[in-house]
């Protein structure tokens, strides 16, 4: 049964810096690519960060360009989001998911197997 796990949220200020964390089991990690995505209150999900398998390749939203960092440790079966200068914008459950290895890495709809969330709150 494939599980992802999702931990390192909470509440920052902001300026301040977070790491997500996002373990994985269940599936042969290192052959999957990885994102983690953010709904926001009152707003629809949206892909904030994703890496290929290899990470050869990322995208990022606009938003979180220069400021969040994805990373996959393949011996650890983890993928990190390294989230800096965090904004009250930023406020959002984050969720991580397995891309499917067909299409892009910006698409939702290429990712499945989604971890149940965790909270980021950012003060202003």
């Known amino acids: 049964q494939v599980q992802l796990v999702e931990s390192g949220g909470g509440l920052v200020q902001a300026g301040g810096s977070l790491r997500l964390s996002c373990a994985a089991s269940?599936?042969?990690?290192?052959?999957?690519?990885m994102g983690w995505f953010r709904q926001g209150p009152g707003k629809e999900r949206e892909v904030v960060a994703a890496v290929s398998w290899n990470a050869g390749k990322t995208y990022y939203a606009d938003s979180v360009k220069g400021r969040f960092t994805i990373s996959i440790d393949n011996a650890k079966n983890t993928v990190y989001l390294q989230m800096n200068s965090l904004k009250p914008e930023d406020t959002a459950i984050y969720y991580c998911?397995?891309?499917?290895?067909?299409?892009?890495?910006?698409?939702?709809?290429?990712?499945?197997?989604w971890g149940q969330g965790t909270q980021v709150t950012v003060s202003s």
């Open positions: 998911a397995f891309h499917s290895g067909y299409g892009s890495l910006q698409s939702q709809d290429n990712f499945g197997d």
């Open positions: 269940g599936r042969t990690f290192s052959r999957y690519g």
